[in-house]
């Protein structure tokens, strides 16, 4: 497990491991993708898609494209009969 300590600036230098294998460069922005209470995920900000694969948990059950329209369909109403 790689580690780095935080500057009294707040900054940190990513260990070359870490850099290698995300394919940081010096001027790659890097996104701070939150992954539960007191983790974060650290992308580079030009990554391909698939590499969000993972992320995201499977849901508990999957919802139709009719029961995404009717649940518009009432909060749009819901919003109209305030």
């Known amino acids: 497990m790689a580690t ?8 940190i230098t990513i260990p070359a491991k870490v850099r290698e294998e995300l394919g940081l460069k010096p001027g790659t922005l890097v996104t701070f993708v939150p992954a539960g209470k007191n ?3 650290i992308m580079p900000k030009n990554s391909p898609v698939r590499a969000l694969k993972g992320i995201l948990r499977k849901p508990d059950h999957y919802v139709s494209i009719e029961d995404m329209n009717e649940g518009i369909v009432e909060g749009v109403l819901a919003e109209w009969r305030r």
């Open 4 to 11: 780095a300590t935080v500057t009294s600036k707040g900054q």
């Open 39 to 41: 983790e974060y995920l």
